[in-house]
């Protein structure tokens, strides 16, 4: 049996020729490739860990900057550069305006608001004939509320010259077609007073 002594002895001249080998941890040798810049010799050696959760992030970050939004999106959906790419991709649909795209695939973003304006303001300066399709494609745009409130308000001044069950009518109809305007209210202020009587 071998003494304690001799057990230690042997253990400290492993553990010393280790470190002289340089033989590191799993998390230095991890932080060494990431201070090295080889994330993806990271991720594949040590891919459960913090540091390759930070590798695949610099991954992304570098092809954002190489303007590989696509890949980023595809390999890289849940980083800060996939919402940053997804960005870009939008702000580049725009800027070739082509709206239709961004409104389809970017229905999220901040531009595909802008994009839904300049389409229905587009639709509104075509004139009356096209208020049908621009309430029915873009009810929320500036112009769509626009126009729904002028034939809200118009369908409430020709209902207030109706008497009887014609006026109910109109008033009710009003009150289907349109709900998000001041006409609306007003009909229905209206409604409750014609039961009254």
């Keep these: 049996m071998l003494s304690r002594r001799l057990i230690t002895g042997l253990l400290l001249a492993l553990f010393a ?25 990271v991720m594949n050696k040590y891919p459960d860990t913090q540091i390759a959760r930070r590798a695949r992030a610099m991954i992304a970050e570098n092809l954002l900057e190489e303007g590989k939004y696509q890949e980023v999106l595809e390999k890289y959906p849940n980083t800060r550069a996939a919402f940053l790419a997804h960005e870009e991709e939008a702000k580049n649909l725009f800027n070739e305006k082509k709206y239709r795209e961004v409104i389809d695939k970017f229905p999220n973003s ?23 399709s621009l309430v029915a494609t873009y009810p929320n ?8 409130e002028a034939r809200a308000t118009e369908a ?4 207030k010259k109706l008497r009887g069950e014609k006026k109910v009518e109109a008033l009710q109809d009003i009150m289907r077609k349109y709900t998000q305007t001041a006409a609306y209210r007003e009909a229905a202020n209206l409604m409750r007073d014609v039961r009254k009587k």
């Design 110 to 132: 901040q531009l595909a608001t802008d994009a839904e304006r300049i389409l229905a303001e587009d639709l509104y300066n075509q004139g009356p004939t096209m208020f049908d």
């Design 17 to 41: 020729t280790l470190w002289v080998a340089g033989c590191q941890s799993p998390e230095a040798s991890a932080q060494k490739l990431f201070a090295e810049g080889k994330y993806q010799e």
């Design 156 to 159: 409430l001044e020709a209902a």
């Design 141 to 148: 745009s500036p112009k769509g509320k626009e126009v729904n």
